[in-house]
């Protein structure tokens, strides 16, 4: 090893003197862009010691090494990744992407100062809620509505407030752990609540809540079944029934509904999930339901209902620790607006668009996807093996709703010659932006549902690099 090579290495401050990283010094800290350049250097070396050349090491091959340590290390840590899944709401990416309407109202709050917590008329301090309370009650039909900050804040906050030291009667069925190991039991102890099981695993008829309202529970919960289903010999009350079994005897209806759809997926074929309006219109006093879930805006938990319920909500102390910010405010606005009108919601609310897209226009997408594909890896001529073919996949929703609804959908399907898929994945996850795909059969599957249209390019970059062992 000839360690004087070493010294005819450029020194960092001799590189910092070039044109080139002065002007990376006025975009980044100057102690970042020396880490840089060390980083740089010391890689040279370990390159020399191995029997590199000076050659392969002069000033451009440094500062190209610099330079792309210098990206990596102003990257996020929270970063953009395409969601090749098809996984509409996919809990590990952050669930729903914002509609634009949403993301312009999100820049726009965030960029200055706005009437949060302003009455513009009076001038007199207003409610943060104000903002959503209206568009919440014309699409659902309710009373009053609050906005806390997650669904699982939000049942918290109404057992809390309804039903703390008191009984609340709740199917057998329907004690269910959800992801996170969010319980409905443990939450109710922590609400203070006292459980009461009615019914069976698979059965609780009418007569079993008459039983326990005979015996004097306070509260009657309802809580979808979300990412779980029961199938054949299974039996529950129809909402209608089980409100009036309740109200008969002057107790209230909490419906925890999940995910709460505002659209009707029923109507285009998708599921049997509920509306929020349907529970609404059977009598439920409160419902409460995700805000990035089905309806596919920010993390919030929506509560709405009569306004008697929602005034003691409204007053309870618990309220100041699970209040949203202006940002979540501002997303959940502009999206609620877009569901004042079904076609617009369908085409501007991105996870309804993608749930609802045509199977034909997948498989447009797929084909597409699959040519671009081929010409990159040809262009790329490293010679790479690849089998590229489109292929039928299922594609689910996700986010513990709508569990046994598998979406028809199209993919692109990857087998590398001599590369392992599990390999392959973490590869894709190496690019820039990452990509997050799936193994079946042996093959790395890229669904086209959950890719956007801007993504194209990056996506065929990205596969193509891995391929290739590039990052
Ligand atoms: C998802 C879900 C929750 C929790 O909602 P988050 O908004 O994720 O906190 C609560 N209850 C049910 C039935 C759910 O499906």
Redesign the pocket.
């Known amino acids: 090893m000839d360690t004087t090579q070493f010294r005819q290495l450029p020194a960092v401050h001799k590189l910092l003197e070039s044109a080139v990283v002065a002007s990376w010094c006025d975009v980044y800290a100057r102690t970042d862009v020396v880490r840089a350049l060390q980083a740089a250097l010391s890689q040279a070396r370990a390159a020399l010691r191995e029997g590199g050349t000076l050659e392969s090491w002069d000033q451009p091959a440094i500062l190209r090494i610099a330079a792309d340590v210098l990206t990596r290390q102003a990257q996020l840590h929270l970063r953009a990744v395409i969601n090749a899944t098809g996984i509409v709401l996919h809990t590990n990416l952050g669930r729903a992407p914002l509609a634009a309407e949403a993301i312009a109202a999100v820049q726009e709050s965030a960029m200055g100062y706005s009437n949060l917590e302003l009455d513009l008329e009076t001038g007199q301090r207003g409610q943060r809620y104000d903002h959503v309370e209206k568009v919440i009650c014309d699409l659902t039909g309710a009373e009053a509505a609050l906005v806390v900050n997650?669904?699982?804040?939000a049942?918290f906050l109404i057992l809390r407030e309804l039903a703390n030291g008191v009984p609340v009667a709740i199917s057998r069925g329907e004690l269910?752990e959800?992801?996170g190991s969010?319980r409905v039991s443990e939450i109710m102890r922590e609400s203070g609540a006292q459980l009461v099981e009615v019914g069976t695993t698979n059965k609780t008829h009418e007569r079993d809540y008459e039983n326990a309202l005979n015996e004097g529970v306070a509260l009657v919960l309802r809580?979808?079944a979300?990412?779980f289903k029961m199938l054949g010999f299974t039996y529950k009350p129809s909402l209608d029934a089980l409100v009036k079994l309740a109200h008969a005897r002057d107790v209230p209806v909490y419906e925890?509904?999940?995910?709460g759809s505002l659209f009707n997926l029923k109507k285009v074929g998708i599921g049997e999930e509920p509306t929020v309006r349907e529970s609404i219109a059977a009598g439920v006093d409160v419902v409460s339901f995700?805000?990035?879930?089905l309806l596919g805006a920010t993390?919030a938990?929506i509560i709405c209902g009569k306004k008697r319920y929602l005034d003691r909500l409204k007053k309870n102390q618990l309220l100041r620790a699970l209040r949203v910010d202006k940002l979540t405010l501002a997303a959940l606005e502009a999206t609620l607006r877009l569901y004042r009108d079904e076609e617009i919601a369908r085409s501007r609310v991105p996870t309804l668009h993608m749930m609802t897209r045509a199977v034909d226009d997948l498989r447009d997408d797929a084909n597409r996807l699959a040519d671009t594909l081929r010409k990159s890896l040809a262009a790329q001529g490293k010679g790479v093996v690849a089998d590229v073919r489109v292929t039928r996949v299922e594609s689910q929703v996700g986010?513990?709703a709508l569990p046994s609804e598998d979406l028809p959908s199209y993919g692109v399907a990857l087998h590398v010659v001599g590369v392992s898929e599990q390999t392959l994945l973490e590869r894709l996850r190496a690019q820039s932006p990452p990509i997050i795909a799936r193994i079946m059969k042996e093959e790395v599957i890229f669904d086209v549902r959950t890719i956007f249209a801007w993504q194209r390019d990056e996506l065929v970059r990205g596969i193509a690099n891995a391929c290739t062992g590039c990052a």
């Open positions: 997650n669904n699982a804040a049942v269910i959800i992801g969010f809580i979808h979300s990412n925890d509904l999940g995910s995700s805000g990035d879930k993390q938990g986010g513990g």
